[in-house]
Protein backbone atom coordinates (compact mmCIF):
# COMPACT_ATOMS: atom_id res chain seq x y z
CA UNK A 1 0.00 0.00 0.00
CA UNK A 2 1.61 3.65 -0.79
CA UNK A 3 0.09 6.65 0.54
CA UNK A 4 0.72 8.68 -2.70
CA UNK A 5 0.79 7.40 -6.35
CA UNK A 6 1.86 10.41 -8.26
CA UNK A 7 1.31 9.84 -11.97
CA UNK A 8 4.06 11.89 -13.96
CA UNK A 9 7.74 12.06 -13.34
CA UNK A 10 7.95 15.74 -14.71
CA UNK A 11 8.66 18.66 -12.39
CA UNK A 12 5.12 18.57 -10.83
CA UNK A 13 5.49 14.75 -10.20
CA UNK A 14 8.77 14.77 -8.83
CA UNK A 15 8.70 17.84 -6.46
CA UNK A 16 5.81 16.29 -5.24
CA UNK A 17 7.28 13.20 -4.71
CA UNK A 18 10.50 14.58 -3.27
CA UNK A 19 8.66 16.43 -0.68
CA UNK A 20 6.07 13.91 0.49
CA UNK A 21 8.82 11.12 0.58
CA UNK A 22 11.43 13.63 1.92
CA UNK A 23 9.26 15.78 4.98
CA UNK A 24 6.16 13.39 5.77
CA UNK A 25 7.76 9.88 5.54
CA UNK A 26 5.05 9.14 2.96
CA UNK A 27 5.74 6.04 0.36
CA UNK A 28 5.34 7.21 -2.91
CA UNK A 29 4.72 5.07 -6.44
CA UNK A 30 5.63 7.61 -8.62
CA UNK A 31 5.10 6.37 -12.58
CA UNK A 32 5.40 7.72 -15.86
CA UNK A 33 4.11 6.20 -19.58
CA UNK A 34 7.58 7.75 -20.68
CA UNK A 35 10.57 5.52 -20.75
CA UNK A 36 12.02 7.96 -18.65
CA UNK A 37 12.02 10.67 -15.75
CA UNK A 38 11.92 14.84 -16.45
CA UNK A 39 8.91 14.99 -18.69
CA UNK A 40 9.32 17.55 -21.40
CA UNK A 41 12.44 18.76 -19.06
CA UNK A 42 14.24 15.16 -20.41
CA UNK A 43 17.53 15.84 -21.12
CA UNK A 44 19.95 13.34 -22.84
CA UNK A 45 23.43 12.65 -24.27
CA UNK A 46 22.90 11.77 -28.09
CA UNK A 47 24.62 9.27 -30.24
CA UNK A 48 27.50 11.99 -30.87
CA UNK A 49 27.64 12.40 -27.00
CA UNK A 50 26.05 15.86 -27.12
CA UNK A 51 23.57 16.99 -24.21
CA UNK A 52 20.50 17.63 -25.57
CA UNK A 53 16.31 18.39 -24.61
CA UNK A 54 14.82 15.60 -26.50
CA UNK A 55 11.30 17.83 -25.83
CA UNK A 56 12.82 21.39 -27.02
CA UNK A 57 14.96 23.90 -25.38
CA UNK A 58 14.13 24.29 -21.75
CA UNK A 59 15.53 27.67 -20.58
CA UNK A 60 15.45 28.23 -16.35
CA UNK A 61 14.33 31.52 -15.50
CA UNK A 62 12.60 32.64 -12.10
CA UNK A 63 12.13 35.43 -10.00
CA UNK A 64 10.94 33.54 -7.03
CA UNK A 65 14.15 32.91 -4.72
CA UNK A 66 11.90 29.93 -3.07
CA UNK A 67 11.80 28.07 -6.65
CA UNK A 68 15.36 28.85 -7.55
CA UNK A 69 16.60 27.64 -3.62
CA UNK A 70 14.57 24.70 -3.54
CA UNK A 71 16.15 23.09 -6.90
CA UNK A 72 19.51 24.41 -5.92
CA UNK A 73 19.06 21.40 -2.96
CA UNK A 74 19.93 18.68 -6.16
CA UNK A 75 21.71 20.73 -8.92
CA UNK A 76 24.82 23.21 -9.40
CA UNK A 77 23.97 26.04 -11.78
CA UNK A 78 25.98 27.27 -14.79
CA UNK A 79 24.81 30.72 -15.82
CA UNK A 80 23.20 31.42 -18.43
CA UNK A 81 21.40 34.72 -20.30
CA UNK A 82 18.89 33.26 -23.11
CA UNK A 83 19.48 35.23 -26.45
CA UNK A 84 17.02 35.00 -29.87
CA UNK A 85 17.67 36.24 -33.09
CA UNK A 86 14.88 36.74 -35.64
CA UNK A 87 15.24 36.01 -39.29
CA UNK A 88 13.21 39.15 -41.42
CA UNK A 89 13.57 40.66 -44.27
CA UNK A 90 16.66 38.78 -44.89
CA UNK A 91 18.83 39.42 -42.39
CA UNK A 92 19.01 37.98 -38.30
CA UNK A 93 17.59 40.31 -35.76
CA UNK A 94 17.69 40.64 -31.99
CA UNK A 95 14.18 39.54 -30.56
CA UNK A 96 12.44 40.69 -28.08
CA UNK A 97 12.45 43.75 -30.28
CA UNK A 98 14.42 46.51 -28.87
CA UNK A 99 16.29 49.04 -29.87
CA UNK A 100 19.13 47.15 -32.12
CA UNK A 101 16.34 45.32 -33.86
CA UNK A 102 14.84 48.35 -35.26
CA UNK A 103 17.68 50.44 -35.71
CA UNK A 104 18.78 47.01 -37.99
CA UNK A 105 15.79 46.01 -39.89
CA UNK A 106 15.30 49.91 -41.04
CA UNK A 107 19.00 51.12 -41.67
CA UNK A 108 18.60 53.62 -38.65
CA UNK A 109 20.65 54.84 -36.21
CA UNK A 110 18.15 55.84 -33.43
CA UNK A 111 18.60 56.27 -29.90
CA UNK A 112 16.10 55.09 -27.00
CA UNK A 113 14.22 58.36 -26.95
CA UNK A 114 13.38 58.01 -30.57
CA UNK A 115 12.73 54.47 -30.63
CA UNK A 116 9.86 55.08 -28.00
CA UNK A 117 8.52 57.86 -30.26
CA UNK A 118 8.59 55.76 -32.75
CA UNK A 119 7.06 53.09 -31.46
CA UNK A 120 4.41 55.21 -30.48
CA UNK A 121 3.54 57.19 -33.97
CA UNK A 122 3.50 53.13 -35.04
CA UNK A 123 0.71 51.67 -32.07
CA UNK A 124 -2.66 51.81 -33.20
CA UNK A 125 -4.36 51.92 -29.57
CA UNK A 126 -7.53 49.25 -29.22
CA UNK A 127 -9.45 49.15 -26.43
CA UNK A 128 -10.56 46.88 -24.96
CA UNK A 129 -7.45 44.88 -25.62
CA UNK A 130 -9.38 41.29 -26.26
CA UNK A 131 -6.91 39.40 -28.54
CA UNK A 132 -3.09 38.57 -29.27
CA UNK A 133 -3.71 41.11 -31.72
CA UNK A 134 -4.35 43.57 -30.29
CA UNK A 135 -1.81 43.77 -27.65
CA UNK A 136 1.09 43.56 -30.26
CA UNK A 137 -0.68 45.89 -32.54
CA UNK A 138 -1.71 48.06 -30.12
CA UNK A 139 2.33 48.28 -29.02
CA UNK A 140 4.15 48.02 -32.29
CA UNK A 141 1.85 49.03 -34.93
CA UNK A 142 0.64 46.85 -37.93
CA UNK A 143 3.71 46.82 -40.12
CA UNK A 144 6.27 45.31 -36.99
CA UNK A 145 2.88 42.97 -36.18
CA UNK A 146 3.22 41.28 -39.59
CA UNK A 147 6.89 41.00 -39.92
CA UNK A 148 7.95 38.92 -36.25
CA UNK A 149 4.19 38.26 -34.87
CA UNK A 150 1.19 37.37 -37.16
CA UNK A 151 2.92 34.43 -39.45
CA UNK A 152 4.78 33.10 -36.22
CA UNK A 153 1.92 32.94 -34.65
CA UNK A 154 -0.07 31.43 -36.87
CA UNK A 155 2.51 28.63 -37.52
CA UNK A 156 3.01 27.86 -33.53
CA UNK A 157 -0.99 27.87 -32.81
CA UNK A 158 -2.93 26.97 -36.27
CA UNK A 159 -5.08 30.18 -35.16
CA UNK A 160 -4.45 33.91 -36.43
CA UNK A 161 -3.55 36.20 -33.13
CA UNK A 162 -7.15 38.06 -33.55
CA UNK A 163 -8.61 34.22 -32.30
CA UNK A 164 -6.12 33.66 -29.23
CA UNK A 165 -6.72 35.10 -25.88
CA UNK A 166 -4.51 38.44 -25.23
CA UNK A 167 -2.41 36.12 -22.34
CA UNK A 168 -0.38 34.55 -25.44
CA UNK A 169 1.37 37.50 -27.05
CA UNK A 170 1.39 39.38 -23.39
CA UNK A 171 4.37 37.23 -22.49
CA UNK A 172 6.76 39.23 -25.53
CA UNK A 173 8.38 42.21 -23.84
CA UNK A 174 9.40 45.14 -26.27
CA UNK A 175 12.31 47.51 -25.37
CA UNK A 176 13.74 50.13 -26.39
CA UNK A 177 16.75 49.38 -24.46
CA UNK A 178 19.67 48.01 -26.12
CA UNK A 179 18.90 44.87 -23.49
CA UNK A 180 18.71 42.09 -25.76
CA UNK A 181 18.55 39.09 -23.10
CA UNK A 182 14.79 37.40 -24.06
CA UNK A 183 14.31 36.98 -20.43
CA UNK A 184 15.13 39.60 -17.38
CA UNK A 185 14.44 36.88 -14.41
CA UNK A 186 16.55 37.38 -11.47
CA UNK A 187 17.52 34.33 -11.61
CA UNK A 188 18.73 32.27 -14.69
CA UNK A 189 20.63 29.58 -15.12
CA UNK A 190 21.17 26.19 -16.65
CA UNK A 191 21.41 22.86 -14.20
CA UNK A 192 25.03 22.44 -14.10
CA UNK A 193 24.98 18.62 -15.46
CA UNK A 194 21.61 18.77 -16.70
CA UNK A 195 17.70 18.47 -15.96
CA UNK A 196 17.02 14.67 -16.13
CA UNK A 197 20.83 15.00 -13.39
CA UNK A 198 19.12 17.15 -11.47
CA UNK A 199 16.00 15.15 -11.18
CA UNK A 200 17.89 11.48 -10.26
CA UNK A 201 18.89 13.43 -7.64
CA UNK A 202 15.39 14.71 -6.30
CA UNK A 203 13.94 11.32 -6.72
CA UNK A 204 16.77 9.49 -5.11
CA UNK A 205 15.05 8.30 -1.53
CA UNK A 206 14.25 4.98 -0.62
CA UNK A 207 10.61 6.17 0.20
CA UNK A 208 9.87 6.85 -3.64
CA UNK A 209 9.50 4.02 -6.21
CA UNK A 210 9.41 4.79 -9.90
CA UNK A 211 7.87 2.63 -12.90
CA UNK A 212 8.39 3.92 -16.26
CA UNK A 213 6.50 2.50 -19.38
CA UNK A 214 3.31 2.87 -16.78
CA UNK A 215 0.11 4.33 -17.91
CA UNK A 216 -2.21 5.32 -15.05
CA UNK A 217 -5.29 2.92 -16.23
CA UNK A 218 -3.09 0.38 -15.99
CA UNK A 219 -1.88 0.72 -12.21
CA UNK A 220 -5.01 2.11 -11.09
CA UNK A 221 -6.77 -1.69 -10.68
CA UNK A 222 -3.74 -3.05 -9.67
CA UNK A 223 -1.95 -0.72 -6.79
CA UNK A 224 -3.04 0.04 -3.72
CA UNK A 225 -3.08 3.64 -2.77
CA UNK A 226 -4.43 6.09 -0.26
CA UNK A 227 -3.86 9.42 -2.71
CA UNK A 228 -3.45 10.47 -6.10
CA UNK A 229 -1.26 13.37 -7.61
CA UNK A 230 -2.59 13.32 -11.11
CA UNK A 231 0.24 15.51 -13.26
CA UNK A 232 -1.34 13.84 -16.58
CA UNK A 233 -4.43 15.49 -18.53
CA UNK A 234 -7.17 16.42 -16.45
CA UNK A 235 -9.86 15.36 -19.36
CA UNK A 236 -8.00 12.15 -19.44
CA UNK A 237 -8.23 11.31 -15.70
CA UNK A 238 -12.30 11.80 -16.53
CA UNK A 239 -12.24 9.93 -19.61
CA UNK A 240 -12.94 12.96 -21.30
CA UNK A 241 -16.66 12.95 -20.40
CA UNK A 242 -17.23 16.57 -21.22
CA UNK A 243 -15.54 16.32 -24.17
CA UNK A 244 -11.75 16.89 -25.00
CA UNK A 245 -9.63 19.75 -23.94
CA UNK A 246 -7.36 20.92 -27.46
CA UNK A 247 -3.85 21.16 -27.73
CA UNK A 248 -1.09 22.27 -29.81
CA UNK A 249 1.82 19.98 -30.10
CA UNK A 250 4.97 19.88 -31.80
CA UNK A 251 7.08 17.36 -33.69
CA UNK A 252 11.22 17.83 -33.48
CA UNK A 253 13.34 17.46 -35.83
CA UNK A 254 17.15 16.56 -34.34
CA UNK A 255 20.16 16.70 -36.24
CA UNK A 256 23.83 16.98 -35.55
CA UNK A 257 26.09 18.54 -37.98
CA UNK A 258 29.97 18.41 -38.66
CA UNK A 259 30.99 21.51 -37.18
CA UNK A 260 31.64 23.43 -34.42
CA UNK A 261 28.62 26.10 -34.47
CA UNK A 262 25.53 25.78 -36.70
CA UNK A 263 24.00 29.65 -36.53
CA UNK A 264 24.94 32.60 -34.45
CA UNK A 265 22.61 32.25 -31.73
CA UNK A 266 21.27 29.74 -29.31
CA UNK A 267 17.80 30.05 -30.89
CA UNK A 268 16.76 31.20 -34.54
CA UNK A 269 13.35 31.99 -34.79
CA UNK A 270 11.56 32.26 -38.53
CA UNK A 271 8.45 33.91 -37.64
CA UNK A 272 7.85 33.88 -42.25
CA UNK A 273 9.79 31.06 -44.04
CA UNK A 274 9.86 27.76 -43.41
CA UNK A 275 7.35 25.51 -41.78
CA UNK A 276 9.54 25.27 -38.77
CA UNK A 277 8.92 27.81 -36.04
CA UNK A 278 12.57 27.89 -34.71
CA UNK A 279 15.96 26.37 -34.58
CA UNK A 280 17.82 25.70 -30.95
CA UNK A 281 21.27 24.87 -31.07
CA UNK A 282 22.24 22.90 -27.61
CA UNK A 283 25.77 24.07 -26.97
CA UNK A 284 25.00 27.43 -26.33
CA UNK A 285 22.48 26.11 -23.47
CA UNK A 286 24.47 23.96 -21.79
CA UNK A 287 28.10 25.30 -22.85
CA UNK A 288 29.31 22.01 -23.74
CA UNK A 289 32.50 21.62 -25.81
CA UNK A 290 32.69 19.76 -29.02
CA UNK A 291 33.88 19.16 -32.26
CA UNK A 292 30.16 18.42 -33.82
CA UNK A 293 27.07 20.52 -32.64
CA UNK A 294 23.26 19.59 -32.10
CA UNK A 295 20.15 21.31 -33.60
CA UNK A 296 16.32 20.92 -33.23
CA UNK A 297 14.08 22.16 -35.54
CA UNK A 298 10.46 22.66 -34.68
CA UNK A 299 7.33 22.02 -36.48
CA UNK A 300 3.96 22.90 -34.49
CA UNK A 301 1.12 20.62 -35.21
CA UNK A 302 -2.01 20.11 -34.34
CA UNK A 303 -1.47 15.95 -33.63
CA UNK A 304 0.87 14.19 -31.18
CA UNK A 305 2.01 14.62 -27.62
CA UNK A 306 -0.08 17.54 -25.78
CA UNK A 307 2.31 20.57 -25.21
CA UNK A 308 0.37 23.69 -25.52
CA UNK A 309 -3.14 24.20 -23.72
CA UNK A 310 -4.94 26.46 -26.41
CA UNK A 311 -5.98 29.71 -24.46
CA UNK A 312 -9.57 30.50 -25.90
CA UNK A 313 -12.08 31.13 -23.80
CA UNK A 314 -14.24 28.19 -24.92
CA UNK A 315 -11.89 25.63 -23.70
CA UNK A 316 -11.21 27.64 -20.75
CA UNK A 317 -14.62 27.35 -19.95
CA UNK A 318 -14.52 23.51 -20.69
CA UNK A 319 -11.50 23.08 -18.04
CA UNK A 320 -13.40 24.87 -15.81
CA UNK A 321 -15.68 21.82 -15.91
CA UNK A 322 -13.32 19.22 -14.97
CA UNK A 323 -12.14 21.44 -12.72
CA UNK A 324 -15.71 21.84 -10.78
CA UNK A 325 -15.63 17.69 -11.13
CA UNK A 326 -11.99 17.75 -9.34
CA UNK A 327 -12.91 19.23 -6.44
CA UNK A 328 -15.28 16.73 -5.63
CA UNK A 329 -13.39 14.05 -6.66
CA UNK A 330 -11.86 13.17 -2.53
CA UNK A 331 -7.72 12.06 -2.06
CA UNK A 332 -6.94 13.22 -5.65
CA UNK A 333 -4.92 16.98 -6.42
CA UNK A 334 -4.59 17.80 -10.19
CA UNK A 335 -1.50 19.85 -10.85
CA UNK A 336 1.05 20.66 -13.47
CA UNK A 337 0.39 21.89 -17.09
CA UNK A 338 -1.59 19.15 -17.99
CA UNK A 339 -3.21 18.85 -14.73
CA UNK A 340 -4.02 22.71 -14.59
CA UNK A 341 -4.50 23.23 -18.49
CA UNK A 342 -2.10 26.16 -18.11
CA UNK A 343 0.37 26.90 -19.72
CA UNK A 344 3.10 27.01 -16.74
CA UNK A 345 6.95 27.69 -16.95
CA UNK A 346 9.32 25.25 -15.08
CA UNK A 347 9.61 27.49 -12.38
CA UNK A 348 5.69 28.04 -11.93
CA UNK A 349 5.26 24.21 -12.01
CA UNK A 350 7.38 24.00 -9.31
CA UNK A 351 5.87 26.75 -7.75
CA UNK A 352 2.49 25.05 -7.58
CA UNK A 353 3.96 21.79 -6.78
CA UNK A 354 5.37 23.42 -3.19
CA UNK A 355 2.24 25.33 -2.78
CA UNK A 356 0.09 21.90 -3.02
CA UNK A 357 2.31 19.83 -0.78
CA UNK A 358 2.61 22.84 1.87
CA UNK A 359 -1.75 22.93 1.98
CA UNK A 360 -1.35 19.76 1.90
CA UNK A 361 0.63 19.24 5.08
CA UNK A 362 -0.69 22.40 6.64
CA UNK A 363 -4.09 20.67 6.99
CA UNK A 364 -4.56 20.05 10.37
CA UNK A 365 -7.72 17.53 10.58
CA UNK A 366 -6.91 14.67 8.09
CA UNK A 367 -4.06 15.52 5.38
CA UNK A 368 -4.45 12.50 3.77
CA UNK A 369 -7.93 12.90 3.30
CA UNK A 370 -7.84 16.75 1.19
CA UNK A 371 -10.07 17.57 -1.86
CA UNK A 372 -8.90 20.28 -4.21
CA UNK A 373 -12.04 22.35 -3.07
CA UNK A 374 -10.13 22.45 -0.07
CA UNK A 375 -6.84 23.62 -1.67
CA UNK A 376 -8.45 26.18 -3.44
CA UNK A 377 -10.10 27.57 -0.19
CA UNK A 378 -6.69 27.98 1.44
CA UNK A 379 -4.88 29.49 -1.95
CA UNK A 380 -8.15 32.36 -1.80
CA UNK A 381 -7.36 32.63 2.02
CA UNK A 382 -3.56 33.15 1.56
CA UNK A 383 -4.62 35.40 -1.43
CA UNK A 384 -7.13 37.82 0.80
CA UNK A 385 -5.04 37.48 3.64
CA UNK A 386 -1.31 38.81 1.46
C1 LIG B 1 8.77 22.99 -26.49
C2 LIG B 1 8.68 23.45 -25.07
C3 LIG B 1 9.63 24.33 -24.60
C4 LIG B 1 9.56 24.78 -23.27
N1 LIG B 1 10.51 25.65 -22.86
C5 LIG B 1 10.48 26.08 -21.60
C6 LIG B 1 11.49 26.98 -21.12
O1 LIG B 1 12.39 27.37 -21.88
N2 LIG B 1 11.44 27.39 -19.84
C7 LIG B 1 10.44 26.98 -18.98
O2 LIG B 1 10.45 27.38 -17.80
N3 LIG B 1 9.48 26.13 -19.40
C8 LIG B 1 9.47 25.67 -20.67
N4 LIG B 1 8.51 24.80 -21.10
C9 LIG B 1 7.47 24.39 -20.15
C10 LIG B 1 7.89 23.16 -19.35
O3 LIG B 1 8.06 22.07 -20.22
C11 LIG B 1 6.78 22.85 -18.34
O4 LIG B 1 6.54 23.95 -17.49
C12 LIG B 1 7.08 21.65 -17.45
O5 LIG B 1 7.70 20.62 -18.14
C13 LIG B 1 5.77 21.18 -16.88
O6 LIG B 1 5.99 20.11 -15.99
P1 LIG B 1 4.79 19.13 -15.64
O7 LIG B 1 5.29 18.21 -14.63
O8 LIG B 1 3.58 19.93 -15.35
O9 LIG B 1 4.44 18.40 -17.02
P2 LIG B 1 5.26 17.40 -17.93
O10 LIG B 1 6.70 17.76 -17.97
O11 LIG B 1 4.51 17.32 -19.22
O12 LIG B 1 5.14 15.99 -17.17
C14 LIG B 1 3.94 15.27 -17.14
C15 LIG B 1 4.31 13.80 -17.25
O13 LIG B 1 3.13 13.02 -17.01
C16 LIG B 1 3.18 11.88 -17.82
N5 LIG B 1 1.81 11.37 -17.96
C17 LIG B 1 0.74 12.06 -18.41
N6 LIG B 1 -0.36 11.30 -18.37
C18 LIG B 1 0.00 10.09 -17.90
C19 LIG B 1 -0.70 8.87 -17.63
N7 LIG B 1 -2.03 8.76 -17.85
N8 LIG B 1 -0.01 7.81 -17.15
C20 LIG B 1 1.34 7.92 -16.93
N9 LIG B 1 2.05 9.05 -17.15
C21 LIG B 1 1.39 10.11 -17.63
C22 LIG B 1 3.78 12.38 -19.11
O14 LIG B 1 4.37 11.31 -19.83
C23 LIG B 1 4.79 13.41 -18.63
O15 LIG B 1 6.10 12.87 -18.54
C24 LIG B 1 8.52 24.35 -22.41
C25 LIG B 1 7.58 23.45 -22.90
C26 LIG B 1 7.64 23.01 -24.21
C27 LIG B 1 6.61 22.05 -24.72
Redesign the pocket.
Known amino acids: MFDYLI???????SVMAERLASQMDASVLL????PHIG???YDFYNEAGILVHR???????TNSKRVFDYLTRFTAWRPYEHRVQASVDGQLVPIPINLDTLNKLYGLNMTCRQVEDFLTSVAEPRSPIMTSEDVVVSRVGRELYEKFFRNYTRKQWGLDPSELDASVTLRVPVRTSRDDRYFTDQYQAMPLHGYTRMFERMLDHPNIRIMLN????DVREEVSFTNVIF???ID?YFDYCLGKLPYRS?RFEHQTHNSKRFQPAAVVNYPNEHAYTRVTEFKYLTGQQHASTSVVF?YPCSEGDP??PIPQPQNAELYRQYKTMAEFTPNVHF?????TYKY??????VAQALKLYQTITERADHPLLLTDRAVDQEEMRDRSAA
Open positions: VGAGFAGIDRRGNAYGPHIFHTEFRTGKELEYYAGRLGYNMDQV
